[in-house]
Each structure stands twice: as C-alpha cells, then as structure tokens.
C-alpha cells in the first residue's frame, strides 16, 4: 500500500495493481528478482541490436590484423558476438585469449564488494600476472573497463604484454554521471530508474564510472596518439604502445 513517507517508487503500488496482477507484486524478495532480470541480457542487445556501426568502429581502431594474438577482456564477450568477429579478422591463423568476468562482476554488485579504490564492484586485476611480455599484438577491454580499480596500475600490466606499436582498446556501454541526469529529466523515466535501483541492491550513483578524461590521464605518457569516442552512453578508448 501507499504511502505518502515513502520515497521508494515499490510503495506506491495501489490495491487494484495487484487486482490485475497479483499480490506477488508486494513482495519485495519478487521485485528485487524482477528489477535484476530487467539488467540481465541487455548487454547482447545493445551490442548487436543498437550499437552495430560503433562496434565496427571499435574493430577498426583495433588495428586487427590476420594472424594476430588478441588478448580479451570482457563482459558476456560470446554473447555479445566480440568472440565470434574477432576471429573473423584474425583468422584460423589468430589467436584470441578471452577473459570473462561476467559472473565476477555480477558477484561484486550484489555482495557490495568495494576495491582499493572505494568503488563497487572492482577489484585489482591480476588475470595477466603469468603473462610472458609481448605475448600479444592486440589487448582490448570490452564492457569490463568499470571494474578494475586502478586503471594507471592495469593499463601498464595490459601494455606489458602487448607489442609496440599495436593498439590497445577500452570500450564501455555505461552508468555516467550524464545517463542519470538525462533520466532526470523526463518523470517517466526518472521514476523507471528510481524504481528499478530501488530494489536492485546499490544506487545507481554507485556503479564505477571511468570517463574519457580519466583513461587518458591513466594512460598519459603510456600510449601515443591517444583517442576517444562518445556515442549515447557508449565511450572508446584507444592509443598505440610507445
């Protein structure tokens, strides 16, 4: 039932709500569980339903060359076809290492797990440790850049293993500060938000967030020709090894 205190959107649910759907729809236990569907599976479909013409332009700047050793690090990296075109550019020649850290992330968010740097859901990455120096031509970050927490300490280790003068790539659909204050200005769509991270588990304020300006501050003196690329909440960033 409603009430007039609460500032959760869940508590305005009305009586003749649950006429047409159902007392479920009280339970708070439910709608955590439906709130974390609505995340679940949306990255696929950005990136091959939406986001089509910057993902190609994510594969160009790669610089991806048959016969190349393509070291990956993603989120839902076979789902979200980066597996499957990769290889295409590289051929039977190619190499491609992945790293999937999908349910590592998703672990993170719903324990609250905090890094070094105080953010949630990061972690120092150790995943190149055994890695031989330039073992590979190409490294890309591909829906994963949120959840290091030091990207001036793992854009070293990532550019240790690669060759110089090949292209390092970070590429992120994300939770920016200027996703939530686009969604504040619209009420519908303010309170679908609201709703959504009322029962979700964290704020949405508190998913990591590395800007454009902070890759190149990390990468500052790592990369040469750095560059970067924003399209609706989808940010690259790329430069060559020295």
């Known amino acids: 039932m409603s009430s007039d205190k609460s500032d959760n959107p869940w508590d305005w649910m009305q009586p003749h709500d649950a006429t047409r759907l159902g007392q479920v729809i009280f339970d708070p236990a439910e709608q955590a569980r439906w709130t974390r569907a609505v995340m679940l599976g949306g990255l696929p479909y950005m990136w091959r339903k939406k986001a089509g013409a910057v993902r ?7 610089h991806l060359r048959p016969g190349d ?9 076979a789902s979200c076809g980066f597996v499957e075109d990769i290889r295409e550019r590289i051929g039977a020649g190619g190499v491609i290492d992945v790293v999937d ?17 105080g953010l949630l859901a990061t972690w120092q990455w150790q995943y190149t440790r055994s890695v031989a120096d330039e073992a590979y031509d190409v490294v890309a ?11 001036r300490e793992t854009g070293a280790e990532l550019l240790r293993i690669m060759r110089r003068g090949r292209n390092i790539m970070l590429a992120e659909i994300t939770f920016s500060p200027q996703m939530v204050m686009k969604a504040e200005l619209d009420l519908h769509i303010e309170y679908w938000v609201e709703k959504l991270f009322a029962r979700i588990g964290w704020r ?6 590395y800007s454009p300006a902070a890759l190149l501050a990390a990468f500052d003196g790592l990369v040469t020709s750095p560059e970067t690329f924003a399209w609706k909440g989808l940010e690259l960033f790329w430069g060559t090894k020295r």
């Open 56 to 62: 190609e332009l994510m594969y160009d700047r790669m």
């Open 69 to 77: 050793r393509v070291f990956l690090i993603g989120e839902s990296v």
């Open 101 to 117: 850290i999908t349910e590592e992330a998703r672990d993170a968010y719903i324990s609250g797990a905090r890094g070094r740097s």
């Open 141 to 151: 970050v591909v829906q994963a850049v949120q959840h290091t927490d030091d990207w």
């Open 204 to 209: 949405i304020d508190e998913f990591p967030y």
